[in-house]
């Protein structure tokens, strides 16, 4: 049996991408099974997740040595960086819910947005949240989704940087 210290850079890449292929999974479960549809600040943080696996999957294939592992650290920090900020901003949205009586607009699907507006305001509305975003719909050990995301976003994130960093 491998012990952790003996586990190849390789193997941790190949395990960062199945753990964040796990999260797209459950995501897509919840959504299909579990009735649970994502707001629009879900879907930008599914998309972080998806290119960190991404990262961490060609990180595993490719396995360089050199110079390139700090590329990896790198594409990984921003991916993993740019999830954790949308999700700690969904964090904070669901803790400063909008006043009772507020009318609150949803902001509009995400293909409507996509279609409509640049993509730099799209992410502008999306940032600034909805009705949808402070909505608690689900929960584990006291816990939101956003705050597990986050709490993930910063372990992978930091796991890519330094599995990709060391020599």
Known sequence: MQTLKNI????????????????????????????????????????????LG?????????????????????FGLLAGGTGAGIAGRHVWIQSHPPEPGTLVSCGGDLGYLMDTYTFNKVFALVLEGSGDCSTID??????TMPQWTLFWFIVMTIGVVVVNWKK
Request: charged fraction near 5%; glycine fraction near 12%; include cysteine.
């Open 54 to 74: 991404l990262v961490f999957l060609v990180a595993a294939l490719h396995n360089p040595n050199g110079g390139g592992r700090f590329a990896y650290s790198f």
């Open 8 to 51: 190849s850079r390789r193997q941790w890449n190949f395990l960062g991408f199945l753990i964040c292929f796990a999260f797209v999974g459950y995501a897509l479960y919840t959504q299909h099974y579990g009735g649970l549809d994502p707001c629009n600040l879900c879907i930008f943080q599914r998309i972080c997740f998806i290119v």
């Open 138 to 143: 689900w929960q584990f050990l006291g816990f």
